[in-house]
């Protein structure tokens, strides 16, 4: 049967909002105020969630499911925390339109981008960002001016606050971008199985890192 033209413009319409975008920005904030050594930050991701799962699932099985998918083991930088929330909240969106859509695909994409993600992210602002602000910060106190601690506060985390906000709305926009071509594509099968893979490999190498288990 034939869909007409507002039948397709309203299934392709965006449900989200920038104003839950905004939500889900304000809610990471504490990203890993609960990370722990089982999980890491899946309580933190599955938190931040809660603003959009809220508006797209109406029953309380929906929203359970859904979360349960956030509360799997998950880990990444901060700095890049939202911009994987906001390729999420696209997937999500589009699995509430479409039931048959591919739940495991949502995971695989998780697990895929948080270690490419978290090596770029430590090295601009742990390793580097980090020791630049804080050289600049201490050059002032040790010549008696205070102001050098707020000044590294700033340099710090301006940049910090922009990316994590900047990453909340184009990694929506991307992600809803990129499901639209690969559902008219017809790649989204191939794309699920090779984030699946990336994903399975970088899950075994974090294991074979954290775990340790002595044999006598």
């Known amino acids: 049967m034939m869909r007409t033209s507002n039948e397709v413009q309203a299934e392709n319409a965006s449900v989200i909002t920038k104003k839950d975008l905004r939500k889900v920005f304000w809610k990471s904030l504490p990203f890993e105020i609960s990370w722990n050594y089982v999980r890491q930050d899946h309580m933190g ?9 809220e508006k797209l699932y109406k029953t309380k099985e929906d929203r359970a499911e859904a979360l349960g998918r ?9 700095y890049f925390s939202t911009l994987v929330l906001g390729i999420v ?10 039931p048959g859509f591919d739940t495991s695909s949502i995971s695989n994409v998780k697990a895929s981008l948080m ?18 602000a804080a050289g600049i910060g201490a050059s002032f106190c040790m010549n008696g001016n205070p102001f050098g601690a707020v000044l590294f506060l700033l340099l710090y985390n301006i940049p910090a606050f922009a990316v994590r906000y900047i990453g909340m709305m184009k990694g929506y926009e991307l992600g809803t971008s990129l499901l ?28 074979a890192m954290m775990v340790n288990v002595k044999c006598r």
């Open 45 to 53: 991701f599955a938190y931040s969630m809660t603003p959009v799962l």
């Open 70 to 78: 956030h509360m799997e083991f998950f880990n990444i930088t901060v």
């Open 89 to 98: 909240t696209a997937m999500e969106e589009r699995r509430a339109k479409d």
């Open 115 to 132: 270690g490419p993600l978290s090596g770029i992210g430590d090295s601009i602002f742990l390793g580097t960002l980090r020791i630049i």
């Open 180 to 207: 639209e071509r690969l559902q008219k594509s017809g790649l989204m099968d191939k794309v699920t199985n090779m984030t699946g893979i990336v994903g399975l490999m970088t899950i075994g190498s974090m294991i």
